[in-house]
Nanobody
């Protein structure tokens, strides 16, 4: 089992950057697939990016590809989401998620979730 805590959210102007972090506790973090999802007000939670335990199988949603970068540091039990060229439509609560059985892009494929961190992009 793993516990997840996100940080790094905030208010930024369009075109700016933020880096989200997700600190995980649990001895087997290095074996988990890690994902980032987001949920805007009135919308369903949507996939943003995911990365496999060994750093491969990186996959991005089309809306963020080329602007966001997911990475992980297994020695620090942390996964990151570098977000560049932010747009107002990126405004959402961002969630970190983990799973040790599946490599997915749907929220139901992740068993463990953080509490979320707010990202607000002003125009």
């Amino acid at each position: 089992q793993v516990q997840l805590v996100e940080s790094g959210g905030g208010l930024v102007q369009a075109g700016g950057s933020l880096r989200l972090s997700c600190a995980a506790s649990g001895r087997t973090f290095s074996t988990y697939v890690m994902g980032w999802f987001r949920q805007a007000p009135g919308k369903e939670r949507e996939f943003v990016a995911r990365i496999r335990w060994n750093g491969d199988s990186v996959y991005y949603a089309g809306s963020v590809k080329g602007r966001f970068t997911i990475s992980r540091d297994n020695a620090k039990n942390t996964v990151y989401l570098q977000m560049n060229n932010l747009k107002p439509e990126d405004t959402a609560v961002y969630y970190c998620a983990a799973d040790d059985k599946r490599i997915g892009i749907s929220s139901y494929e992740y068993d463990y979730w953080g509490q979320g961190t707010q990202v607000t992009v002003s125009s």
